[in-house]
C-alpha cells in the first residue's frame, strides 16, 4: 500500500494513498494496476515534450558514462557549456546562464543576484523586494517570502522577510472591467510602491510576465509589461522576470518576455527546459548585472553543490534539441488555439467563473456565483475534491486556492505537453466535465438539509 504509514516513504501528503506510475507516454501515465491517466498537466506544468521520450535518457547516460559530476567549484564541463550556450541563444537580451536544480533555488539566486549587484554597486541601500498579490515564486524561505501563498507561509511568519506587495494584474478578480487607470492592470500601482518606499531601497521587482497558477494564467494587458520595464528603468529597480511556468515554450512563444516585447534584467526559467527529465532550473542575466560582480567580489554569493551539473545539464540539452527537432513551440502555439476554443465549452459548467490562459496554459476559475464571482468557501475545499474527482476519471490536473482574497479561491490549472493531439484534448474536456459534474454532485450530497 502506498501510504502513511506503511511505506518508508516520507509522502508529499500523509492522508491519502498514492498510485504507483510505471510509465508514461506522451500525454499518459500508467500505474501498476494498468490505469492510463490523461496527464493534462504535465506533472507541474514540467512534462512538455511528453513522458517516454528515449533520447533524453540515452543522452544522460553517455553523459554519466563520459564524466558525471564536477565541482562547478574547479571545473566547468560540457554539459552545462551546452546548456548555457542554447538557452542564451535563444532568450532575447540575456548574456550568460548560471544552472540551478529548481525554481526555489533560481528565484533564491536571482533575488540575490539583484542585492548583491547593488552593494557591489556601492548602493547597499538598495535591499527592498516588490512582489505581486497573489504570486508564488518558491518554497525555500526567501522565495517564500515574495510568495503571496498563505497557505504555504502559515508556519514560518517569524523566518520569512519583508517584501512589499502590489495587486497582480488579475482583471477577472480587480474588476476594473478593462479601465485604463487600473493601478494593478496598467502598472501604476508599481510606480506608487516605490514613491512609497523611496527607490534608493529598491533592489528589485518580480513578476511573473504571465500569471501561473496563483492567478490561474492570468494574461496582462498589452503594454503591462512595456510600462513596468519603464518604471523600473526610470527608478533604478531591476526587474526579474519569474519564468519558471510560463517560459521554455509553454505560452506559445520561448519566454513570456519576448511576445510583450521587454527584456529583463534578470530571468528565471525550469520546470520545462528538461521536460521533467531532470531537476535543472536557470537564472538568466544581462551582462550589465553580472559585471559589477565580475569587477567586485568576482562570484555570484550562492554555492550549491549541484549547481552545473552535468547530467541533468545534458538533459536538458537533449529535451531542447527534441523541442526544436519537432518544432515544438510552434505546436504548442498553435494547438493552444484549438486548446482554448474547445476549452469554452467548459464556461457552461455550473460552478466554472472563468477559462482564461495563453498556449498551452490555461486556468478555469472555480465560483459560487458566476454573477458575483463569489469564491466557494475555503471549508467546502472545491479545488482539492475536484483534482480528486479528475484523478478518478482519469485526468490530471493542477489545484491552486486561496487567490480570491488570500484564503477562498479554487482554480484548476491545465498544461499539457506540446505533443497533444486533438482528440487527447476533446478528452481532457469530457473528462473535465466529468469531474465537476461528480463535484457539484458531492457538494450537494454534503450540504445540510434546508
Ligand atoms: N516560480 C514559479 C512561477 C512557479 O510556478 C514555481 C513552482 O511552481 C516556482 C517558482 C518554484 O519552482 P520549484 O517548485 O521548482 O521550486
Known amino acids: 500500500m502506498h501510504r502513511y504509514p506503511d511505506s518508508p516513504v516520507f509522502y508529499r501528503n500523509l492522508a491519502r494513498e498514492f498510485p504507483l506510475a510505471v510509465r508514461g507516454e506522451g500525454c499518459w501515465i500508467e500505474d501498476e494496476t494498468g490505469k492510463r491517466y490523461l496527464d493534462a498537466v504535465g506533472g507541474a506544468f514540467v512534462a512538455c515534450i511528453g513522458h517516454g521520450v528515449r533520447e533524453i535518457g540515452d543522452a544522460m547516460a553517455q553523459q554519466a558514462g563520459r564524466i558525471a559530476y564536477v565541482s562547478g567549484a574547479a571545473f566547468t564541463n560540457e554539459g552545462v557549456e551546452a546548456l548555457a550556450a542554447k538557452l542564451v541563444a535563444r532568450t532575447p537580451g540575456m548574456d550568460r546562464a548560471y544552472i540551478l536544480g529548481s525554481g526555489s533555488e533560481a528565484t533564491e539566486a536571482a533575488l540575490k543576484l539583484a542585492r548583491q549587484h547593488w552593494v ?58 478593462g479601465a485604463a487607470d487600473c493601478p494593478s492592470c496598467s502598472g501604476d500601482a508599481l510606480e ?8 534608493a531601497r ?23 509589461l512595456r510600462r513596468i520595464r519603464e518604471i523600473c528603468d526610470r527608478h533604478e529597480v531591476l526587474l526579474i522576470a519569474d519564468e519558471v511556468l510560463c517560459g521554455a515554450g509553454r505560452t506559445g512563444t520561448w519566454t513570456a518576455s519576448e511576445s ?23 537564472v538568466l542575466a544581462r551582462d550589465a548585472i ?54 469554452q465549452a ?6 466554472v467563473g472563468d477559462v482564461r490562459g495563453r498556449g498551452l496554459l490555461a486556468g478555469v476559475e472555480f465560483v459560487a456565483d458566476t454573477v458575483t464571482r463569489a469564491p466557494f468557501p475555503r471549508s467546502l475545499k472545491f479545488a482539492e475534491r475536484f483534482v480528486r474527482n479528475a484523478q478518478q476519471a482519469g485526468l490530471i490536473v493542477w489545484p491552486n486556492v486561496g487567490h480570491a482574497d488570500g484564503t477562498n479561491g479554487d482554480l484548476a490549472m491545465l498544461a499539457p505537453a506540446f505533443i497533444i ?20 454532485a458531492d457538494l450537494h450530497a454534503s450540504a445540510p438539509a434546508t
Not at 192 to 199: H, M, S
Open 120 to 177: 557591489e554597486r556601492d548602493q547597499p541601500t538598495k535591499h527592498r523586494v516588490i512582489a505581486l498579490k497573489p504570486a508564488y515564486h518558491g518554497n525555500t524561505m526567501l522565495a517564500l517570502s515574495a510568495s503571496a501563498r498563505e497557505t504555504y507561509r502559515a508556519f514560518w511568519p517569524e523566518w520569512l522577510t519583508d517584501v512589499q506587495r502590489i495587486a497582480a494584474p488579475y482583471s477577472y478578480r480587480c474588476g476594473c472591467d
Open 192 to 199: 506608487a510602491a516605490i514613491l512609497r518606499e523611496g527607490a
Open 202 to 224: 529598491v533592489a528589485a521587482f518580480i513578476a511573473e510576465p504571465i500569471g501561473g497558477s496563483s492567478t490561474g494564467a492570468s494574461v496582462p494587458r498589452d503594454g503591462y
Open 421 to 440: 493531439s486533438d482528440s487527447e484534448i476533446d478528452l481532457v474536456v469530457e473528462r473535465f466535465t466529468t469531474a465537476m459534474t461528480r463535484t457539484m
Open 260 to 282: 510583450f516585447g521587454v527584456v529583463p534584467d534578470i530571468m528565471t526559467l525550469g520546470k520545462g527546459i528538461s521536460g521533467g527529465y531532470a531537476p535543472v532550473s536557470a
Open 290 to 343: 553580472i559585471e559589477p560582480l565580475a569587477r567586485g567580489t568576482g562570484a555570484l554569493v550562492h554555492a550549491q553543490t549541484y549547481s552545473h551539473h552535468a547530467v541533468t545539464c545534458a538533459a536538458a540539452v537533449a529535451a531542447l534539441d527534441y523541442v526544436d527537432k519537432h518544432d515544438l513551440i510552434a505546436r504548442c502555439r498553435n494547438v493552444g488555439v484549438t486548446f482554448h476554443e474547445r476549452l
Open 346 to 351: 467548459l464556461r457552461d459548467l455550473p460552478g
